[in-house]
């Protein structure tokens, strides 16, 4: 039992300021670090062409198109913007049949594949030519009469009721305060999924923390190109970045392939948020960490959970920055960490990396931090998840925290 087909990605090239060549270029590599996330293991996927890939499901007779849906709404908004409700310039088509179809299915143009949507004589014979919907559903090419019944959308079980009840992930940012200057400088990305009982976030605690750290990870940089658009200031974005999952080895291709979407010339507003750091990490992971993220980030911050994290074993401006994240204890416990990590701030200070504090939930913790002179402060006690970007904006420390400035695009989960 093994389910093989053609995708198939439907770019109106007439609609984009590219050229052809470089359309190509940017399909293909948004696909692949797509389907790197999404069409995990043991399914496999191969690229045929710019446009084309042969995806293999070994487990299964059909494909569960339920992950495939998101391609083309994702891959629309980074070729030409958010979309306008029900409208999109990508299209995700499905041809299954035998090897040789799907090789000529796979070399069709973009006149002949419009011309196949329509008219079943246009497509290679002795197969089924599919489009995947937003929402995960499959739907007959060219359309039937009976296109809301099982065997018309091809998708049954519980693949049925994920795609159909689809809805696009909440995209949010948190500040990050500057205490010195009573300056928001940066933002902290998140994405949290439709599904989901409560939004996630890298400044909220282990709590909002992703139950699949990949996939959250692919999620946020997918979100980074709405603020890097619309925000109002060049300061930078954090995406977070799964430190143990980054440095195996069978995921680092993987993370590779979905950072390289990130637009280069926006390095500089670019910075890696590396959580779930050990105490010590080691000179070949912080090596391998820098070989990475250097082409897509200019800065790195790691967030680890432990007080004594080793700075004395950094080398100088090894990265920019080492974030504390506060645990989930009572407050006292919370107090007595902080405090660790603040008598630690000379040595930071000599390493020349700054030192930050993220999970800050009360008022009393904000204030040890603040009269201690901790530079960067996070949490739900600082800033509330925003729909923009908070970067550039003065805020008086009395009147943190910051609470959503606007009305998120659909209420976020408690």
């Keep these: 039992m093994s389910a093989l087909a053609c995708l198939r990605v439907v770019v109106r090239s007439d609609q984009t300021e590219y050229s052809d060549e470089a359309l190509g270029h940017l399909v293909a590599k948004f696909t692949a670090a797509f389907l790197e996330v999404r069409w995990s293991w043991p399914r496999k996927f191969s690229l045929i062409n710019p446009y084309a890939f042969l995806l293999n499901d070994p487990r299964a007779a059909e494909l569960d198109t339920a992950e495939l849906g998101r391609l083309s709404a994702e891959l629309h908004d980074h070729l030409f913007g958010v979309a306008e409700a029900g409208g999109s310039d990508v299209t995700v088509l499905l041809y299954e049949g035998e090897d040789s179809a799907m090789a000529q299915f796979a070399d069709l143009d973009e006149a002949q594949l419009l011309q196949a949507m329509t008219d079943p004589a246009a497509a290679p014979p002795g197969g089924r030519l599919s489009q995947i919907t937003p929402d995960g559903r499959r739907l007959q090419l060219p359309p039937v009469e009976t296109e809301t019944t099982d065997a018309a959308v091809g998708q049954t079980g519980a693949g049925a009721a994920r795609g159909m009840d689809r809805l696009p992930n909440v995209e949010a940012v948190q500040g990050v305060y ?12 998140a994405s949290t999924p439709a599904e989901s009982r409560a939004h996630y976030s890298l400044v909220d605690g282990d709590d909002h923390l992703p139950a699949d750290p990949a996939a959250f990870d692919a999620d946020c940089v997918i979100a980074a190109f709405r603020f890097l658009a619309e925000s109002r200031s060049n300061t930078p974005l954090y995406l977070p970045i799964s430190f143990s999952t980054i440095l195996r080895p069978s995921r ?9 979407i990130l637009p280069a010339s926006e390095r500089r507003r670019l910075a890696a948020a590396v959580y779930d750091v050990p105490r010590a990490p080691s000179f070949h992971a912080l090596r391998q960490l820098h070989e990475v993220l250097d082409a897509t980030f200019s800065a790195i911050d790691l967030r680890t959970h432990d007080p004594a994290f080793e700075i004395d074993q950094l080398h100088a401006e090894a990265v920019s920055s080492v974030t504390l994240v506060l645990p989930q204890a009572e407050p006292e416990r919370r107090l007595l960490v902080l405090k660790r990590f603040i008598s630690k701030m000379e040595a930071y200070k000599r390493r020349r990396i700054w030192p930050g504090v993220t999970n800050v939930r009360t008022r009393r913790e904000l204030e040890t931090a603040l009269e201690a002179k901790m530079p960067f402060v996070t949490g739900p006690g600082v800033c509330r998840p925003q729909n923009e970007a908070l970067g550039g904006r003065a805020w008086r420390t009395d009147q943190l925290p910051v609470m959503p400035l606007v009305e998120t695009r659909r209420p976020l989960p408690a």
Excluded: K, M, T, W
């Design 178 to 189: 500057y205490s010195a200057r009573e300056i928001f400088v940066a933002d902290v990305v």
């Design 252 to 260: 680092r291709a993987a993370y590779a392939a979905v950072l390289s």
